[in-house]
């Protein structure tokens, strides 16, 4: 079986206008919350009142709009009241509280924003999970991983690519 009867056919904005409100408001609601993203309540509204929602997030999804320079300083901040200090966190989840702090920085729904959280769910899985949860793992595999998948993502590898060269 070749690997296009895999795929499942996206929504498009015709068939998600066909949705009652609820239904479109719940569709949005889980389509966002997959990517940990929240929008302002009236924001959320606006889009899916606009017809073109779905092809709204496509479009934000394949552009940069987040500024990758402030978020990394926000999150590296060093001073005594920066926000994201997991110093004194179990070993590991430093590091992971980390990977996620930066979903909170980005502050737009963006090409970027998709390539961490792919990255993030990818190095979840089996597959590329640097097992921090075990002692016998030591946590700059854990940067390491994930870094490299943000890599391969930004690179625009595949994910058969980017498992070999895992």
Do not use: C
């Amino acid at each position: 079986m070749p690997e296009t009867a895999y795929r499942l056919k996206s929504i498009d904005d015709s068939r998600f206008n066909a949705l009652s409100e609820s239904q479109r408001h719940l569709v949005a609601d889980k389509l966002l919350g997959t990517f940990y993203f929240g929008m302002e309540p009236a924001v959320l509204d606006e889009m899916i009142a606009s017809g073109n929602f779905v092809s709204s997030v496509k479009e934000m999804l394949s552009t940069e709009r987040n500024d990758l320079t402030a978020a990394e300083a926000r999150l590296n901040d060093t001073d005594d009241e920066g926000e994201f200090r997991f110093s004194d966190w179990p070993s590991g989840a430093a590091e992971v509280a980390m990977i996620l702090a930066r979903f909170y920085v980005l502050l737009e729904l963006d090409k970027s924003y998709m390539q961490y959280w792919s990255a993030y769910i990818l190095s979840s899985t089996i597959m590329f999970s640097p097992a921090y949860e075990l002692e016998s793992s030591h946590n700059p595999n854990i940067d390491r991983i994930y870094g490299a998948l943000v890599r391969a993502q930004r690179e625009e590898y595949t994910i058969g690519y980017t498992a070999f060269l895992h």
